[in-house]
């Protein structure tokens, strides 16, 4: 290994000479022939590693085989020279040889610390070898280079993700939203829209962990309804999937019990434990399968035995428009464009002995819109039937809704609506009501 320190060091002790007369040309003769030495290990070194890349140049152009081993040898021997390091680095990709691309890539970005394109390929590498976390570093350090970058923000991203950093990579997303090219921004938003206000992933996949509850005030009974879900699980696929779970789950509310009359109930009051399955069978129809068995405790004594089993076959449709963030302008706060969404199950309870079907559309218009609240004005759609023919199973009821979403810091739904329900067997009514819609996964 040269030291140019120990060089500088004898120049030092030279120039302090003085050059006069016959005495000073001969000591300047002894300067230029100390320099000449001192390049000369330098001038040596280029030349050999000119010369092992002009072998792998020739090598290359013969189509010799052996000209992989040569470039690979030369990265071994210079390991500091660029040119070199990115010559083998390319060579061993074309090989679809990823672990030792990342070799010559890491010592690339060592030498040229500042190339923002040498940062790309070391984090495109990290990505094919499944090393998530490597890529992330990679580009971060290219993003730190280029901060407004909109395809390395993208990149990062993703990645993060990927890494269930879900609060992280909608911060990225949210910069490209803003960024100067129009596509890659909508791209942004897009992904900003679906990702707002989502916790950080707790659970490794293929767990996962997921509560869904939506409390609901009915105002002609005076009566408030409390259900919860809790389920955790393992996940397998994207567009199609299937999942197999542990759950828990209670409803109860705020009037039914023991009265004079004996046991009124407004709601099935229950708790329940059990497991179950859920498929999402087609990618393009919004439909998800379910089957789940446990027991269920009777919360309020119905005069029976408060465990029962309980096991449940249903299906539900889900599908909306427009409901995410306005990506075609996004500086837009006020302004009318059209929402909806539809809803649809049909469930088989053992607990009921009972098939019950459901059906229910929110056309409206978004009144108001911003990165994180949005205010829809919709009108309200139900349909209701069973087979066992129990009233308050089998109704229609038509009316008008107002709902406030919050995305960030947490998704929340709450909702007002005025409807007018029309039932089989009893008398119609209206009533107000007021619900409020929360779920995260984790």
């Known amino acids: 290994m040269y030291r140019p320190v120990s060089y500088l060091g004898s120049l030092v002790g030279v120039l302090q000479l003085r050059l006069t007369g016959c005495g000073g040309a001969l000591k300047a003769a002894l300067i230029v022939l100390w320099l000449v030495t001192a390049a000369a290990p330098f001038c040596h070194a280029g030349a050999a590693e000119d010369t092992a890349l002009n072998k792998y140049y020739m090598l290359r152009l013969k189509h010799d085989p052996g000209a992989l081993k040569a470039i690979e040898a030369a990265a071994r021997q210079y390991p500091n020279n660029l040119t070199i390091q990115l010559e083998y680095g390319y060579a061993v990709l074309k090989q679809?040889?990823?672990?030792?691309?990342?070799?010559?890539?890491?010592?690339?970005?060592?030498?040229?610390?500042?190339?923002?394109?040498?940062?790309?390929?070391?984090?495109?590498?990290?990505?094919?070898?499944?090393?998530?976390?490597?890529?992330?570093?990679?580009?971060?350090?290219?993003?730190?280079l280029e901060p407004d970058n909109q395809d390395l923000l993208l990149q990062l991203a993703y990645l993060q993700d990927r890494k269930g950093r879900h609060r992280d990579a909608a911060a990225l997303f949210r910069q490209v939203m803003h960024g100067?090219?129009?596509?890659?921004?909508?791209?942004?938003?897009?992904?900003?829209?679906?990702?707002?206000?989502?916790?950080?992933?707790?659970?490794?996949?293929?767990?996962?962990?997921?509560?869904?509850?939506?409390?609901?005030?009915?105002?002609?009974?005076?009566?408030?309804?409390?259900?919860?879900?809790?389920?955790?699980?393992?996940?397998?696929?994207?567009?199609?999937?299937?999942?197999?779970?542990?759950?828990?789950?209670?409803?109860?509310?705020?009037?039914?019990?023991?009265?004079?009359?004996?046991?009124?109930?407004?709601?099935?009051?229950?708790?329940?434990?059990?497991?179950?399955?859920?498929?999402?069978?087609?990618?393009?129809?919004?439909?998800?399968?379910?089957?789940?068995?446990?027991?269920?405790?009777?919360?309020?004594?119905?005069?029976?035995?408060?465990?029962?089993?309980?096991?449940?076959?249903?299906?539900?449709?889900?599908d909306e428009w427009n409901l995410g963030l306005g990506c075609d302008d996004t500086k837009r706060v006020f302004g009318f464009k059209p929402v909806a969404d539809v809803y649809a199950d049909a469930a088989y309870y053992t607990r009921y002995n009972n098939l019950i079907t459901t059906a229910k559309a929110r056309p409206g218009l978004r009144l108001l819109e911003t990165e994180t609240t949005a205010v829809d004005l919709y009108g309200v759609t139900t349909l209701s039937w069973d087979v066992d023919g129990v009233p308050s199973n089998r109704f229609a009821e038509v009316g008008i809704g107002l709902a406030l979403r919050l995305f960030d810091p947490i998704p929340?739904?709450?909702?007002?609506?005025?409807?007018?329900?029309?039932?089989?067997?009893?008398?119609?009514?209206?009533?107000?009501?007021?619900?409020?819609?929360?779920?995260?996964?984790f």
Not at 96 to 122: C, E, N
Not at 269 to 291: F, Q, S, T
Not at 413 to 427: G, I, P, S, Y
């Open 96 to 144: 679809k040889d990823y672990t030792a691309g990342r070799t010559a890539f890491r010592r690339a970005v060592r030498i040229a610390p500042r190339r923002v394109d040498l940062w790309k390929q070391l984090g495109y590498i990290d990505i094919n070898l499944g090393d998530t976390d490597a890529a992330i570093d990679a580009f971060q350090h290219a993003s730190a």
């Open 412 to 441: 929340l739904v709450m909702r007002v609506e005025a409807v007018h329900r029309f039932l089989t067997d009893q008398n119609n009514y209206s009533e107000m009501r007021a619900l409020l819609e929360y779920s995260v996964s």
């Open 180 to 318: 100067s090219d129009p596509k890659k921004a909508k791209t942004g938003c897009r992904a900003y829209s679906n990702l707002r206000g989502l916790p950080n992933k707790v659970l490794p996949k293929p767990w996962f962990g997921e509560v869904y509850t939506a409390p609901e005030y009915f105002g002609h009974y005076n009566v408030a309804v409390f259900p919860a879900d809790v389920r955790v699980g393992v996940h397998y696929g994207e567009s199609t999937f299937i999942d197999a779970y542990g759950l828990s789950r209670v409803n109860t509310d705020t009037r039914s019990g023991q009265t004079n009359f004996g046991t009124q109930l407004y709601s099935d009051n229950y708790a329940e434990i059990g497991g179950g399955i859920r498929v999402k069978p087609l990618a393009d129809l919004p439909v998800v399968l379910y089957a789940e068995t446990g027991a269920a405790y009777d919360l309020i004594n119905e005069n029976r035995n408060r465990w029962r089993p309980d096991f449940r076959a249903y299906a539900v449709y889900y």
